[in-house]
């Protein structure tokens, strides 16, 4: 019997995508953390900036989510996701088809005093680190 691929095998349409923001510093790593609970990235970034789609996609998810603000999930093609969260106002409404680079919500201050992102990536569900598919 054939066996599934291991989950370490991304797609080719999963290759060097642009971030989500044009400037950021990484302020948490993907993985995970002291308790061993697997992390979301964390991007740091200043006032006024947009997330952008990383892929063409559709926006599946458009709204609110408890801990995590304003959140916009978007579907790619293979069966990828990428989560853009603690987002201060959305630029989308689910059902938007966007591209690649498309302003998907604006970036806030958040409790800490910082504007941050939370960025993940999926494929089926299952987190995957975005350094292995970010340009």
């Not at 291991?6 to 349409?13: E, I």
Request: proline share 10%.
């Amino acid at each position: 019997p054939s066996r599934p691929p291991p989950t370490d095998n991304l797609p080719s349409s999963a290759r060097r995508w642009p971030w989500p923001l044009e400037d950021y510093r990484i302020v948490r790593r993907f993985g995970p953390d002291d308790r061993g609970t697997l992390q979301p990235m964390l991007l740091a970034t200043q006032a006024g900036m947009q997330a952008t789609a990383v892929a063409p996609g559709d926006v599946r998810f458009a709204g609110s989510m408890r801990q995590l603000g304003q959140v916009v999930i978007v579907h790619h093609p293979d069966n990828l996701q990428s989560v853009y969260a603690l987002c201060a106002e959305l630029l989308v409404e689910e059902g938007t088809q966007v591209a690649s680079g498309d302003a998907l919500c604006e970036i806030g201050l958040n409790r800490n005093g910082r504007h941050d992102l939370l960025f993940d990536l999926r494929q089926g569900g299952n987190p995957i680190d975005p350094r292995r598919v970010l340009k």
